[in-house]
Nanobody, 122 residues
């Protein structure tokens, strides 16, 4: 069974850090581009970051550039999102997703995790 499972979310104060993990089972992440999306209440799902499956190219939304870092460990079949200097506006459910090609478009992604809540609040 193909499955993506996110973990690492939680409650953190502004300026704090979290590391999200996206673990795959039932398939090998090596062959897929992986993205992190997020969705805040009442807002559309937006692309945060993505990483290619071949040359390691990465993309970051302007709102997280310089604060978030995406990485992948193919040996562990896991992708990470290191989030530093968190702001209240980063509060959302974060989803990881897998696609055959690198894209920031939701529609391009075939497999999705269930999401993990990130709340940034004092």
């Amino acid at each position: 069974q193909v499955q993506l499972v996110e973990s690492g979310g939680g409650l953190v104060q502004p300026g704090g850090s979290l590391r999200l993990s996206c673990a795959a089972s039932g398939f090998t992440l090596d062959y897929y581009a992986i993205a992190w999306f997020r969705q805040a209440p009442g807002k559309e799902r937006e692309g945060v970051s993505c990483i290619s499956n071949n040359d390691g190219s990465t993309y970051y939304a302007d709102s997280v550039k310089g604060r978030f870092t995406i990485s992948r460990d193919n040996a562990k079949n896991t992708v990470y999102l290191q989030m530093n200097s968190l702001k209240p506006e980063d509060t959302a459910v974060y989803y990881c997703a897998a696609a055959g090609v690198l894209s920031t478009r939701v529609a391009m992604y075939d497999y999705w995790g269930q999401g993990t809540q990130v709340t940034v609040s004092s």
